[in-house]
């Protein structure tokens, strides 16, 4: 029987000031891929994994993220943007609507303030988190 993982949107990159991190991880596998900063993991493990399952997904971890929650403090310390993919109408030249995903970033405070149907209504597909380097330090 073969099993195929779905393995797309599961990434760790950096660069000089921030680390990026996909959505399609589970917290779990975040604390074993080694590919993942050792102060990230280490904030996933003191800070969310209480507050979260092992077995979300950060996609879905951020997607219902109360907005007044203590996580929405942690991840504004760490200056975590979230790009996102939102369905727009864009208007042709003879006024016809045309929709299409269009790629954003939204800090914490934007997508926790949309409320769930508003998240449905505008198609959100959460595709990975940023965080600063140097706040991630801070903690």
Not at 13 to 30: C, H, I, N, P, W
Not at 90 to 101: M, Q, V
């Amino acid at each position: 029987m073969n099993q195929t993982v779905y393995e797309d949107y599961k990434y760790c990159m950096q660069d000089t000031g921030r680390l990026y991190v996909g959505s399609k991880y589970t917290f779990a596998e975040l604390l074993e891929a080694e590919e993942v900063s050792f102060k990230f993991r280490l904030t996933v493990q003191k800070y969310i994994l209480p507050e979260a399952d092992g077995e979300d997904t950060l996609e879905t971890h951020l997607y219902y993220l109360e907005p007044g929650s203590f996580l929405v403090k942690l991840y504004r310390q760490m200056k975590a943007r979230i790009k996102v993919n939102i369905i727009e109408e864009k208007k042709g030249p003879f006024g016809r609507g045309k929709k299409e995903y269009v790629t954003r970033q939204l800090t914490i405070e934007q997508l926790t303030g949309m409320t769930k149907e508003a998240k449905e209504a505008c198609g959100l597909v959460i595709q990975e988190l940023s965080v600063s380097k140097l706040a991630l330090m801070g903690l």
